[in-house]
């Protein structure tokens, strides 16, 4: 789409016509049929559609909208836009990660539908065909998560022309619902902050938690270009500013957190798609969406592009002269999943459905080669209805693990395959994580998850027993549980379960309180295509394929058996630059 489309998709509506300012100057569309207004809460403000229908057939519609977020609801409201206009439908589902633009979006047409006496359900069909799409660029990327958007603006940056494709209708992918953070070492708010780090025990943290099956160069090479990438995120407007936090496994703090306009520590994977996503538009780079990519074109042992099906059937080739596969992993094909590892069969993942696994195919179809496939990670603390994820960090900063019985358990601040495990072990196989206002006052994160309707609450923590539906014991035994852990943070020494208190701990000795229920989930896959220290894909005799390059969760052999929390992030900036930077060339 041309920015002067989409510039018209957000104009100022009149009766027929639409007027909207581009760079000082006015300019009047005409549009057929009749205008029909309405109106819906979107994520953040009203969304206002105009719907122009002619003869029962919806010939156009346009929209304002407030504090939509460009590159997630802002992209969601156009892919359902260009959905309805092309299938005569609204009936159709929100785009998960905007469920809440894409929901109001929906509303408002509907009601403007409602206005025009018109149920738009696909009996007037529109021209659902598109014409097949060919181009041609220096770089193509496949994967439009936070690795392939780190990619594309990495080869944008450096002056070539680049086409990104993702499958699904918004960037983003599993980045934009990761939680805690970044890991990065030596970095200048480590130094500002007073954390005292280095790259070797980055290394060193990194391959104990991989029970040291990691690749160590490739494990080296991530650690050693974290600062560099947390000082390019600050020039890409993507800064990593907020209090240090940790993580299961970490020696120092040193995930790297963003806030919120408010001060509140926030999600890092909508902050990085949202700043990211600005950053791709300032580019200008060419992004289609909704498109599935099958094959990598090979000529003379090198890859020279990539085709692929578009959301309509239409045929889409992309010819380059290199290519990035950054498609993330398989942990929302459960058939996959139960093929590699059948003893995860009937665990909710938290992954976005598009991270099937087609990669593997189609890398395998060009001679790559594939390590740790059967490493795939349960994050601990998962919510068990719909695999939301509810962010590690919250543990680090003082929340706490209880069972059913009132009790901790575990270390909460474990590698994530051990606190899986020994949730595991507790009744149902499911437990509570308990925070207090001080945390919440704190927390963007843990606003979200009150807003979506996650948390149970008490003033007191008998009332939050209640709510959790403890018995008498349960309560007694969590009164206790909590008298107990406010006094190991006052002392500084977990004598239960040897949780490092080395830092300032929310205590939780005051209310209200807060609790999720939580429970493992899958959440990564460690394991993936074979790349070296320079991204590129190493083929089953060994040597580099000429052309291709990979980044992010669709590679293997950075995390080994087990992936640190803060380190997914790490690695598909890290490796989203490296690979932007040698596809350059």
Known sequence: MSTLSKRIISCIACVGLVAFCIWGSTYVVEHEGHQYDGAADGFAGEIKVSVFVEDGTITDITYQTEGETPSIGGSAIKALRTKILKTQNTQIDAISGATYSSRGFLSAVNTALAEAGIVADGSHKGNAASEDYEATADVVVVGGGGAGMTAAITVAENGKKVILLEKSDILGGNTSRASSGMNAAETHYEKEQGVEDSVDLFVEDTMKSGKEINDPELVRTLAENTSDAIDWLDKENAPLSGPLGTMGGLSAKRTHRPTDAEGNVTSVGNFLVSALGVRLDELGVEIITGATVNKIIMEDGKATGVTGIGEYGENITVHANAVIVATGGFGGNMDRIVSLRPDLAGYISTNVATASGDAIDFLGEVGADFVD???????????????????????????????????????????????????????????????????????????????????????????????????????????????????????GTDADFSRDIGTPLTDLSSGPYYAVNVGPGIHHCMGGVKINTDAQVISTDGTPIPGLYACGEVTGGIHGANRLGGNAVADIVVFGRIAGQNASK
């Open 373 to 491: 496939l059967e490493q795939i990670q349960l994050h601990p603390t998962v919510i068990p209805t719909d695999g939301a994820l509810v962010g590690e960090a919250l543990r680090g900063d003082g929340a706490i693990l209880v069972n059913r019985e009132g009790v901790r358990f575990t270390n909460e601040t474990g590698t994530r395959d051990a606190v899986s495990a020994a949730e595991v072990a507790q009744t149902g196989g499911n437990v509570w994580l308990i925070a207090n206002e001080e945390m919440y006052e704190g927390s963007a994160v843990i606003k979200k998850l009150d807003k979506s309707g996650y948390l149970v609450k008490g003033d007191t923590l008998e009332d939050l027993a209640a709510a959790m539906e403890f018995d008498s014991n349960a309560t007694s035994a969590l009164l206790k549980t909590v008298e107990t852990w406010s006094g190991y943070v006052a002392s």
